[in-house]
């Protein structure tokens, strides 16, 4: 009766074991997945992704993060230029300077060779011929003077003060020695040091209770024009790399051009004179006029008559010609052509000397 049994359940064990199997052959594994040899799954069944969300289920108070970078994104905005700074420039050279420096009117201060080396270097410089056969200079600053020592102002000449008012400068000295024949006084804006009432004061505080105005009200009316900033004017003329001015009484003046700086350097005398350097040089010639008075002779040059010159820049020279306009009483320089001079931006020295100099003149 048991041995029955036992045969009656074996067949039905394989049936259950085939059952098993073709069930399992149905589901969505793959043959790596059963490790049984031959069994494949759908193509697309196979490894398959999750598929993408659906961005139109979410829900209202989910955000995009792309959406949310676009509309928190800063605008961007046209550049706009910072605001131009106000350039100052010097009155006498057009070089640029701060806006006080610009605005104070020049001071003309007469002096020897030996006390420029005390001042800085000037940006506008006269030098002419005085009777003992050296020569004087007129310094034109219009940085405060007042640290400058007092005693190394020297007399001036009427012709220096004619030339400094064409520049529209006070011009600060101790004394002429023209014995009279010429004021200064009533005809040009002049501050006389050696009158008793300003042996004690400063050069500064006499200037300032002179009566004159102190500041530019505009521009100056110069004896000439300036070039536009960044612009340059080269001369058609005579190459001239070194200059050799002679004065009345034999003293001359040498310049030496530097083609890399585009200046002419004053060259220093025996010691009473430092090397300074211009960018214009000037040479004007004057008719002379010469009187011998109880305190010897006098020199004067006219400077109402008119004249000839030359200008020179960046190594060349051209011939001018200069007049004082009856109508305004300025000076102004003019081309040979009979049109008004412009000039270079920069320092300036002008060099007046007799007519009777002009063939002593060394331009090479």
């Known amino acids: ?44 069944t196979v490894f398959k992704p ?41 009155p006498l050279s057009a ?14 201060l007469s ?16 030098e002419g011929p005085i009777e003992s056969g050296k020569t004087r200079y007129v310094y034109l600053t219009c940085e405060e003077p007042s640290a400058f020592r007092r005693d190394a102002i020297l007399s001036t000449r009427p012709y220096f003060a004619a030339i400094a008012h064409d520049f529209y400068a006070i011009s600060a ?38 009566g004159y105005p102190q500041k530019i009200a505009g521009d100056i009316m110069l004896p000439y024009s300036f070039v536009a900033p960044g612009e340059t004017v080269e001369p058609a003329g005579t190459y001239s790399s070194y200059i050799r001015i002679t004065f009345f009484g034999g003293s001359s003046t040498a310049f030496t051009y530097d083609s890399l700086s585009h200046s002419y350097t004053l ?3 025996a010691g009473d004179r430092p090397a300074l350097t211009f960018t214009n040089v000037f040479i004007l010639f004057f008719n002379t006029d010469i009187t011998t008075t109880k305190n010897g002779v006098t020199l004067s040059l006219d400077t109402d008559a008119g004249g000839t ?11 001018i010609e200069w007049e004082r306009n009856a109508a305004t009483s300025n000076l102004r320089f003019y081309t040979d052509g009979g049109r008004e001079l412009t000039v270079n931006r920069g320092k300036t020295y002008i060099a007046m000397t007799d007519f009777s100099q002009r063939t002593s003149l060394v331009l090479n």
């Not at 049936?15 to 399992?24: M, Q, Y």
């Not at 060779?113 to 001042?119: I, K, N, P, T, Y």
């Not at 005809?187 to 300003?198: G, I, K, N, Q, V």
């Not at 010159?309 to 011939?319: K, T």
């Open 267 to 269: 060259r220093a005398g």
């Open 309 to 319: 010159g030359y200008y020179i820049s960046n190594g060349y020279a051209i011939p």
């Open 111 to 126: 002096l020897d060779g030996s006390d420029l080396s005390s001042l800085a270097p000037p940006h506008l410089l006269i």
């Open 173 to 210: 000295y101790r004394g002429t020695s023209d014995d009279g024949r010429e004021s200064t006084a009533f005809l040009y804006d002049t501050l006389d040091l050696s009158r008793p009432e300003l042996a004690d004061t400063s050069l500064s505080v006499a200037l300032e209770n002179s």
């Open 50 to 90: 999750l598929d993408e969300p659906d961005v139109s289920e979410r829900l209202p108070n989910e955000e995009d993060p792309s959406e949310t970078a676009a509309t928190t994104a800063p605008a961007v905005t046209e550049a706009t230029s910072p605001p131009q700074a106000t350039v100052y420039y010097h």
């Open 1 to 44: 009766m048991k041995t029955k049994h036992r045969i009656f359940l074996f067949p039905a064990a394989i049936i259950l074991f085939l059952l098993l199997v073709t069930g399992l052959a149905s589901c969505e594994f793959g043959s790596i997945a059963l490790g049984i040899p031959g069994t494949t799954l759908p193509a697309d």
């Open 95 to 108: 070089l640029p300077v701060g806006r006080a420096v610009s605005e104070k009117r020049p001071i003309a």
